[in-house]
């Protein structure tokens, strides 16, 4: 991958001094400490180097296809029925049918049950989700993929081939494999009577998307297919974007309603709701919430969907506003410690403890 800017001057300039005073601290036999500190230093960027370019091939090149055909191979060994059992949500005239697909992914069908017409969110494993569309017996007429990473549109192809007539939306900005319809924000996808509008969601990706399906001509409560930006007590990595990106977009779905269903990319409400326990232990929401997932997980049950109201109730990365979680999480970030955290400070602090929460 060619990095932008590497072929200006200065920068070569810049680099062969930094090299060269490297060198220099790590030739002195009186820099031990300079040493352990510059090591510190290398391993971390070094990691974030091979980090960067691992994500750069898995995304940009035909390496990232086939992991993801490996991936897929490997779950349908191992999960022949699904990783969770889903139960589908009947509204007047409207079906969500979670679909589990890979280890711990999820697709949704979305049927309009007097039409027979059904759209699918982020159909990974096109060979699960046809299996549930031949169930049914619908018609699918559109494919909504949240981004780009292979999980959530390897079977963007197949399907699309498979129906004809079937139109795949997504962001322009994001590299959606076999896009025919882009969409921008607050784009609305019309199939029968289901209304889905598109909320742009950068921050995971470039041109993350969430789907609103609008409850009003069901008369039910509005779905929230959040991809990647949301997940049950968690929210996802920042990969193409800043705290602040991130914190924009998550603020873009606090302005909807609390009875608004939320059916995340992915079954990570333990893992997630485990660390909101390290943050805010006396959560008193979150510790009813953990010991229903508890149950829900022994018998491999899907805990989607939550809500909205639920999550402001006890996901971390949605109480960034809250007092008593920048009080949990110790002092500001200033010289002296009395500084206060912005929301965006707040929310990369919790994300940097969440990933050092996940690796012991």
């Known amino acids: 991958m060619a990095w932008p800017g ?8 810049a680099g062969c001094g930094l090299l060269l005073l490297v060198l220099v601290l790590l ?5 031990c400490r300079a040493r352990r500190t510059l090591r510190g230093l290398l391993m971390a960027r070094s990691k974030r180097l091979l980090f960067r370019i691992g994500y750069s091939l898995y995304t940009r090149t035909w390496l990232g296809y086939l992991f993801y055909r490996q991936q897929l191979r490997r779950a349908r060994n191992r999960y022949p029925k699904g990783h969770s059992r889903t139960q589908p949500r ?5 079906k969500v049918l979670p679909i589990p697909v890979l280890s711990d992914n999820y697709s949704y069908l979305i049927i309009d049950t007097q039409a027979r017409l059904a759209v699918v969110v ?6 699960a989700v046809q299996a549930s569309i031949e169930k049914e017996g619908v018609d699918l007429v559109a494919i909504l993929c949240t981004h780009k990473h292979w999980d959530h549109s390897g079977g963007n192809r197949d399907l699309s081939r498979r129906h004809q007539d079937c139109r795949v939306y997504g962001s322009p900005q994001d590299g959606i494999p076999y896009l025919t319809h882009p969409l921008c924000h607050q784009d609305v996808v019309s199939v029968g009577r289901l209304q889905i ?4 969601t950068p921050g995971h990706t470039q041109g993350h998307l969430v789907y609103l399906l609008d409850g009003e001509p069901y008369k ?4 929230l297919f959040s991809g990647d930006l949301l997940f049950l007590s968690g929210c996802g990595r920042t990969f193409e974007g800043t705290a602040e990106t991130m914190l924009s977009s998550l603020d873009t779905v606090l302005g909807l309603g609390d009875d608004t269903l939320l059916w995340p990319g992915h079954e990570y409400a333990e893992e997630n709701l485990g660390f909101a326990g390290v943050v805010e232990p006396e959560n008193l929401a979150r510790e009813r919430k953990m010991q229903w997932v508890q149950r829900q997980r022994m018998e491999r049950k899907s805990t989607c969907p939550s809500t909205l109201g639920e999550e402001r109730s006890y996901n971390p990365f949605l ?4 007092l008593v979680l920048q009080e949990a999480l110790g002092p500001g970030p200033g010289p002296t410690g009395d500084d206060s955290y912005s929301r965006a400070e707040l929310l990369e602090k919790l994300r940097r403890l969440k990933d050092l929460h996940k690796s012991k």
């Open 90 to 94: 009947l509204f007047n005239g409207v």
């Open 27 to 31: 030739a002195s036999p009186r820099s």
């Open 319 to 322: 109480r960034t506003h809250c």
């Open 220 to 223: 039910g409560p509005s779905c």
């Open 122 to 127: 982020d159909p990974s494993d096109p060979q």
């Open 197 to 200: 509008r598109a909320l742009a």
């Open 6 to 13: 590497w072929s200006a001057p200065w920068l070569w300039v």
